[in-house]
């Protein structure tokens, strides 16, 4: 199994930034992707970046350009960052981070709540 911990959202100005984190734990070596999501109220849950092992990534259209997804590697845990810049009062949602492992298996963290206020 793996666990996931998200921090770092928080309440911040329209053109504000902020970076989220999301600390792995325990069965690392099984994870193939790590992504962030984001799902506003009263909407579905939508990929916001992604970014494989060999740190290839890609992004949703609404934030190319103003989010960056990072990930740093040690032996036995992972943290996968998402640096939001240019933030808009439309990015207000909560992020989760996910890991995709093998056998088609997911990992979801707890979520962390970001508004942006206009």
């Known amino acids: 199994q793996v666990q996931l911990v998200e921090s770092g959202g928080g309440l911040v100005q329209a053109g504000g930034s902020l970076t989220l984190s999301c600390a792995t734990s325990?069965?690392?070596?099984?994870?193939?992707?790590m992504a962030w999501y984001l799902q506003a109220p009263g909407n579905q849950r939508e990929l916001v970046a992604v970014?494989?092992?060999?740190?290839?990534?890609?992004?949703a259209d609404s934030v190319k350009g103003r989010f960056t997804i990072s990930r740093s590697n040690a032996e036995n845990a992972d943290t996968v960052y998402l640096q939001m810049n240019s933030l808009k009062p439309e990015d207000t949602a909560v992020y989760s981070c996910?890991?995709?492992?093998?056998?088609?298996?997911?990992?979801w963290g707890q979520g962390t709540q970001v508004t942006v206020s206009s």
């Open positions: 996910n890991s995709h492992c093998v056998v088609a298996t997911d990992y």
């Open positions: 325990g069965s690392i070596f099984s994870i193939i992707t």
């Open positions: 970014i494989t092992r060999g740190g290839s990534t890609k992004y």
